[in-house]
């Protein structure tokens, strides 16, 4: 609302504020779309709701680039622009902040089962596609988001700080009509993957409670409710999406991404070749130390007061 509208044109209620603007936008979210669009139980039934959210999220890349390209109130000099970019940060600290949150965007493995079930020609090949096209395809979004992003702010001192501190796009002041209408697009976003984040959850919740059946109308209807409103609290009680992002990308979708298949895989596929086995507990100690090492780094920078 700030953003499109302007601080001084917004109700103290709707605005800044974790007691203010961001509960009641954060209630009502959860009331009036969060839990409704959570209660059905295909991917099938979210398709449109989720084709804008592709859309958006690509309107967003594109408002990125065109104003990298065009805004020359924002990059007055390309060239200045790419060549005065500092395009690689390798240290300890910034691999170790960083994992995280890669884990987090790449967290998708909860929704295969349920996508493989609604293919309607299903096979291991078939799936392999959807899932490397996919991925690939989020890379690419990825990858210009953060390089059109980062490089359009470098001659922008201001903008770039913001960037750094806030490390979230969104909170950079753009004088462009283009980028108010992104951030719409993002909330769009935002609106439609939300449920698919609930969907597994529910179906993993099914086959623990009701092994032999389904969850009825009314039943889908409380665990849904019940979810919802857990993630709504978790939510308000969060400081940040970015301490989020660093809490579950190193505890829960790590474990969920990486130890628990590789675990899986050891114990399912004793007879797998003595080269395979070396990369699968290579590659579970090396996520299980990040992710102990990011966890105590948040951890300490927080007990810090960054």
């Excluded at 594109?62 to 390209?69: I, K, Q, R, S, Y």
């Excluded at 913001?162 to 909170?171: A, F, N, P």
């Excluded at 993630?231 to 979708?253: E, F, H, R, S």
Aim: aromatic share 12%; proline share 4%.
């Amino acid at each position: 609302m700030i953003i499109l509208f302007g601080e001084h044109n917004v109700p103290t209620m709707l605005g800044k504020g974790k007691w203010q603007g961001e509960l009641f936008w954060a209630t009502a979210y959860t009331l009036i779309l969060f839990i409704p669009l959570s209660i059905p139980r295909s991917v099938g039934k979210l398709r449109i709701n989720s084709l804008l959210g592709v859309l958006a999220s690509i309107y967003v890349v594109l408002c990125l680039v065109m104003m990298f390209l065009f805004n020359k109130d924002l990059v007055p000099d390309i060239s200045y622009n790419i060549q005065n970019a500092r395009y690689f940060k390798f240290s300890s600290e910034s691999i170790i902040e960083g994992i995280p949150y890669v884990v987090y965007a790449y967290m998708y493995q909860p929704n295969i089962p349920m996508i493989y079930r609604e293919l309607n020609y299903k096979s291991y090949n078939r799936m392999e596609k959807v899932i490397s096209r996919g991925a690939g395809s989020v890379v690419v979004l990825y990858l210009f988001a953060a390089i059109f992003g980062y490089i359009g702010l470098v001659s922008n001192d201001v903008g770039l700080q913001t960037l750094i501190e806030s490390k979230d796009v969104l909170e950079v002041k753009y004088n462009s009509r283009f980028f108010n209408v992104a951030v719409l697009g993002l909330l769009i976003a935002t609106f439609a993957a939300t449920p698919l984040c609930i969907l597994p959850s529910k179906d993993t919740y099914e086959e623990l409670a009701y092994p032999h059946r389904i969850m009825t109308k009314d039943q889908n209807l409380y665990v849904t409710t019940v979810m919802c409103l857990i993630c709504y609290v978790l939510a308000v009680a969060i400081p940040g999406i970015g301490d989020a992002i660093t809490i579950l990308g190193c505890t829960t979708n790590s474990l969920i991404g990486f130890i628990l298949p590789i675990v899986f895989y050891l114990k399912l596929f004793p007879e797998a070749s003595k080269s395979k086995k070396i990369q699968c507990w290579v590659c579970l100690a090396f996520i299980i130390t990040l992710s102990l090492q990011s966890l105590l780094a948040f951890i300490k920078n927080k007990t810090a007061g960054e």
